[in-house]
T-cell receptor, first 114, second 114 residues
Framework: NAGVTQTPKFQVLKTGQSMTLQCAQD?????MYWYRQDPGMGLRLIYY???????DKGEVPNGYNVSRLNKREFSLRLESAAPSQTSVYFC?????????????FGEGSRLTVL | KNQVEQSPQSLIILEGKNCTLQ??????????LRWYKQDTGRGPVSLTI?????NTKSNGRYTATLDADTKQSSLHITASQLSDSASYIC?????????????FGKGTKLSVKP
């Protein structure tokens, strides 16, 4: 059982380049989330999708866009990468809303923007 | 402002010893409090979830306690093993918050030495 799968695991970008982080879950969960984790800080929510076809902003959405492609997949796009977006990105899913149900995280995508 | 503070920042113990990690929060009201374990380079994994009305929850050698009056939680690890070396993250879910609105602590980094 794969759970939540993220690709790529590592990526180096130059300032201004674009890229998409992919996330897929095989647990038939309705809700999916993108978080970023920076040194010395707690995880922060970027965007979430409560169900297929819906997306909402989280705490730190600026500079990002998301797509809920179908029930399984939720992608995060950086249109013009900036050094401030250097971080570890985690995708998560939940059978219920994250604030009531258990969250399952992927292994993370480590992004460096030069 | 809703905050979750964890102490200590880091801790080193010998294999076989017990330890207790602390979590103080200002989130009120809240619906549940969680503890996650995050191995280096991996995503967080849920250890326990307690609702506001629960006082204790166990998961093997891990026991979480909650005192809603003092807004404190602790995670007690019994008979530590080398595999317990990880960061432990306390997370509080505000009542009525938007989905995904979890308040993450910065974590306590535990090192278990042989």
């Amino acid at each position: 059982n794969a759970g939540v799968t993220q690709t790529p695991k590592f990526q180096v970008l130059k300032t201004g380049q674009s890229m998409t982080l992919q996330c897929a879950q095989d647990m038939n969960h309705n809700s999916m989330y993108w978080y970023r984790q920076d040194p010395g800080m707690g995880l922060r929510l970027i965007y979430y999708s409560a169900s297929e076809g819906t997306t909402d902003k989280g705490e730190v959405p600026n500079g990002y866009n998301v797509s809920r492609l179908n029930k399984r997949e939720f992608s995060l796009r950086l249109e013009s990468a900036a050094p401030s977006q250097t971080s570890v990105y985690f995708c998560a899913s939940s059978g219920l809303a994250a604030n009531t149900g258990e969250l399952f995280f992927g292994e993370g995508s480590r992004l460096t923007v030069l | 402002k809703n905050q979750v503070e964890q102490s200590p920042q880091s801790l080193i113990i010998l294999e076989g010893k017990n330890c207790t990690l602390q979590c103080n929060y200002t989130v009120s009201p809240f619906s549940n409090l969680r503890w996650y374990k995050q191995d280096t380079g991996r995503g967080p994994v849920s250890l326990t979830i307690m609702t506001f009305s629960e006082n204790t929850k166990s998961n093997g050698r891990y026991t979480a306690t909650l005192d809603a009056d003092t807004k404190q939680s602790s995670l007690h690890i019994t008979a530590s093993q080398l595999s317990d070396s990880a960061s432990y993250i306390c997370v509080v879910s505000p009542t009525g918050g938007s989905q995904g609105n979890l308040i993450f602590g910065k974590g306590t980094k535990l090192s278990v030495k042989p």
